[in-house]
């Protein structure tokens, strides 16, 4: 019998106990899920999400891994009781959603659909289009879903670039990495994604001065973490134009507070960190997966970089 605990907020256990017991069942694990254990020491795996109820792991002397529900690690690496593998969460669900959400905003700024949806008045404006091919998007972060919204993204023709840690090669997507592939990238991009892990690496990567290495009018869509943004340099630069419009995901505090300069701009889209979420069907086939593979004697899947920090 293989014991695991859970731990995370008590809605996902209403969302996670069945489906993660159908997924035990078909990779054929004979587990134990439960919500709490008398003795720590008996648990052999943790399902956490980062507002779990658990932040000292130390008890858990015997835990083979902790299996991270959501995909963004930052919140998890600076507790020192973590000290068993981290897993962190690569769904198709979420990457799917992830996909949707950045086509989304992307087409609405490619179709400039703010200017019909908004517009008031009877005057008839006839304008053509520009193809998806004329359109330049740049994304930070080629890894999970920056390589899935790259894929989307040319597959509906646009131009498409992308930038990572280490070099990579996508069909149809010019990679770039290091900081001239970055200026180079975002000289050329209209409409930015950001998809990058909050490390001490990319907090403020879009700042004063990359921001002007964007062309002037270049949108932002950001639903990787707030703080790939410094705050004040994006506002600015909304201010003067430089920026025609960012649409926002996620912040440095969530939810963003009532008061934030960010909710009375004109040329800001806020959404409510929902850009993508983790599904639980298909999120606890991996978990089964994980665990299978740990007591197989295979490495884990999708183990977090303690170094690289994601
Ligand atoms: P991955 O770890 O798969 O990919 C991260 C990418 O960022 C990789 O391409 C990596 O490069 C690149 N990268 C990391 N550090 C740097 C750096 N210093 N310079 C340049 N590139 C860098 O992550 P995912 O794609 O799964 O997720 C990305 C982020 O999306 C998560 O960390 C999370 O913050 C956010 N997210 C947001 C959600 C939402 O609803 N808003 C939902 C889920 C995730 P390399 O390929 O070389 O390793």
């Known amino acids: 019998m293989i014991n695991v605990l859970f731990s995370a907020a008590p809605a996902r256990w209403d969302q996670y106990n069945a489906a993660l017991r159908t997924a035990f069942k078909n990779a054929s694990l004979d587990v134990n899920l439960s919500r709490e254990f008398e003795d720590p020491k008996d648990v052999d795996y943790l399902v956490i999400a980062p507002n779990g109820p658990i932040t000292d792991f130390s008890p858990f002397t015997n835990a083979k891994a902790a299996l991270n529900l959501w995909a963004g690690v930052e919140s998890l690496m600076p507790n020192p009781t973590l000290t068993m593998p981290l897993a962190r969460m690569v769904d198709s669900g979420l990457s799917e959603g992830m996909r949707e959400y950045v086509c989304g905003h992307a087409l609405r700024y490619h179709l400039e659909m703010d200017n019909f949806i908004c517009a008031k008045g009877t005057e008839w404006r006839y304008q053509v289009p520009p193809l998806a091919r004329h359109r330049t998007v740049g994304i930070l972060g080629l890894g999970e879903l920056?390589?899935?919204?790259?894929?989307?993204?040319?597959?509906?023709?646009?131009?498409?670039?992308?930038?990572?840690?280490?070099?990579?090669?996508?069909?149809?997507?010019?990679?770039?990495?290091?900081?001239?592939?970055?200026?180079?990238?975002?000289?050329?991009?209209?409409?930015?994604?950001?998809?990058?892990?909050?490390?001490?690496?990319?907090?403020?990567?879009?700042?004063?001065?990359?921001?002007?290495?964007?062309?002037?009018?270049?949108?932002?869509?950001?639903?990787?973490?707030?703080?790939?943004?410094?705050?004040?340099?994006?506002?600015?630069?909304?201010?003067?134009?430089?920026?025609?419009?960012?649409?926002?995901?996620?912040?440095?505090?969530?939810?963003?507070?009532?008061?934030?300069?960010?909710?009375?701009?004109?040329?800001?889209?806020?959404?409510?960190?929902?850009?993508?979420?983790?599904?639980?069907?298909?999120?606890?086939?991996?978990?089964?997966?994980?665990?299978?593979?740990?007591?197989?004697?295979?490495?884990?899947?999708?183990?977090?970089?303690?170094?690289?920090?994601?």
């Open 146 to 310: 920056g390589s899935a919204c790259a894929q989307a993204l040319t597959g509906l023709g646009f131009n498409t670039l992308g930038w990572s840690r280490t070099p990579k090669e996508i069909a149809n997507v010019k990679c770039y990495s290091g900081t001239e592939g970055l200026a180079e990238l975002l000289s050329q991009t209209e409409i930015l994604v950001l998809l990058l892990p909050l490390t001490a690496q990319t907090e403020n990567v879009i700042n004063a001065e990359t921001l002007a290495m964007l062309p002037k009018g270049a949108r932002i869509i950001n639903p990787g973490r707030g703080a790939l943004i410094d705050d004040d340099a994006l506002l600015a630069a909304l201010n003067t134009g430089h920026i025609a419009h960012a649409t926002l995901d996620v912040f440095r505090v969530e939810p963003l507070p009532s008061d934030h300069p960010y909710w009375h701009c004109d040329n800001v889209t806020i959404t409510p960190h929902n850009a993508s979420e983790t599904r639980a069907d298909t999120s606890s086939e991996i978990i089964a997966d994980n665990i299978r593979r740990s007591e197989a004697g295979e490495p884990l899947r999708f183990l977090v970089d303690r170094s690289a920090g994601y």
